[in-house]
């Protein structure tokens, strides 16, 4: 290893000179989010069941009363999420309905990086990431590097400025690289390398070593998920299982991030089946699977579930549906007032169904978006009102009752 010097392994961690490990397990709370990627049509997720219209526009979309699972007078899940009827039941799922952005571009790219920037087309840029910029807001409490992971291989821009982040597919991607898989060797001179320097520089070094032993440990567990839970065989449910590790060790967990691409369903989205049910289907079997495994821990983690924007009501001639506005964000945890579908429902009358307005049609935008996010941070990781005003600059607090 002559080579690999001090300053080269920290660059190459990615760790950036993270605060303390010690100080960050404090923070007992894990905020898990989850970016629906291309444009839900969460009106198939949460289904509008005794809306005569719903059915009449979506003559081959919508789901059947007969297989949607019954929430509310109003309300029914797509029969793929099934597995969180009972969470629901329990009052730990909640949804809040018509929430957006107040961009009407129709534009992934830029409904996303709206969004994951925390910003309002109204107002100056408030710079970074919205994650990013709540865990700055924390850096006194001494975050480690792995307060805020995404799991991927890419960081996300709401992550983008936070004081320190592991973007990793798996646990094994942290490990000290050495020769027959022996590391005790390299980390021993590495201690005695660093535990000579009083320089910061040092005290990082000693801080990574530290994180390395501790997941090390974790890794020579046995990585059997808690009360027999499966996760599905795919990126969402490796990913999954990851932050379900992470926040069973207490390593200081503060946000995760994971994506679930595949929403954009312009062509052939199918109903109970079909292209959009498989999307469901696995964002349902994950979650469940996190749940089970995460039983004895179901204190220490809230999950929010967000998309860039909706679906317009109608289905178009492709048997798909175009992009919209409003969509329904989803939470579960202890923290989550659930057992409740928040928001009106947006639609009055034919006038309202936006066919012929300018920008993409679909549900009206009722709350914005930063509102939902802010309370749940506050239900969460404790955001105070003035740590909100400096997360979204010129946002004036409006209770959502979801948290």
């Given amino acids: 290893m002559s080579n690999l ?3 080269t392994l920290l660059s190459k961690l990615a760790l950036a000179a993270a605060p303390a490990l010690a100080k ?25 069941h005794a809306d005569d219209r719903y059915y009449k526009l979506r003559p081959s979309l919508a789901i ?35 929430v957006g952005v107040d961009n009407t571009s129709g534009s992934h790219f830029e409904c996303q990086d709206q969004m994951e920037h925390g910003d ?27 307060s805020a992971v995404a799991i991927g291989t890419a960081l996300p821009e709401s ?9 990793l597919e798996r646990l094994t991607d942290i490990a000290i690289k050495a020769p027959k898989s022996d590391s005790a060797p390299v980390v021993k001179a590495l201690e005695a390398l660093y535990g000579a320097d009083v320089t910061l520089l040092g005290e990082r070094g000693v801080e990574t070593l530290d994180l390395f032993k501790r997941v090390s440990a974790l890794q020579n567990k046995s990585d059997v998920p808690a009360h027999d839970a499966v996760y599905p065989e795919d990126p969402f449910g490796h990913g999954l299982r990851e932050i379900a590790r992470l926040i069973k060790a207490g390593l200081g967990l503060q946000v995760a991030c994971i ?40 204190s220490r983690y809230t999950m929010m579930i967000t998309t860039e924007f909706g679906r317009r009501l109608y289905e178009n001639a492709s ?42 049609g679909g549900l009206h935008l009722e709350t914005d978006y930063r509102h939902v996010f802010s309370e749940v941070l506050r239900g969460s990781l404790g955001l105070s009102l003035p740590e909100q005003g400096r997360l979204f600059p010129g946002l004036v607090p409006k209770t959502v009752g979801l948290m």
């Fill in 24 to 48: 960050a397990e404090r923070e007992e709370h894990t905020l898990i989010h989850v970016f629906l990627r291309g444009g839900a049509d969460t009106l198939n997720l949460i289904v509008p």
């Fill in 64 to 98: 059947p009363v007969r297989e949607a699972i019954r929430l509310t007078d109003h309300y029914a899940l797509h029969p793929a999420l099934k597995p969180l009827e009972s969470i629901f039941k329990e009052g730990r799922f909640g949804v809040v309905q018509s």
């Fill in 120 to 146: 309002s087309m109204h107002d100056t840029p408030a710079g970074g990431g919205w994650l990013g910029r709540f865990l700055r807001l924390r850096a006194t409490d001494k975050q480690s590097p792995l």
């Fill in 5 to 7: 010097t001090r300053r």
């Fill in 159 to 167: 992550l983008r400025g936070a004081p320190a982040v592991s973007v």
């Fill in 259 to 298: 994506d679930l691409g595949g929403w954009d369903t312009h062509f052939f989205q199918g109903n109970a089946t079909g292209q959009q049910a498989e999307r469901i289907r696995t964002l349902a079997e994950g979650i469940s699977a996190l749940e089970t495994d995460l039983k004895d821990h179901r």
């Fill in 319 to 360: 048997l798909g549906t175009d992009h919209g506005r409003g969509f329904a964000f989803l939470a579960l945890g202890d923290r989550v007032k659930g057992g409740q579908i928040l928001g009106s429902w947006p639609i009055q009358s034919d006038a309202d169904l936006n066919l012929n307005t300018p920008g993409p």
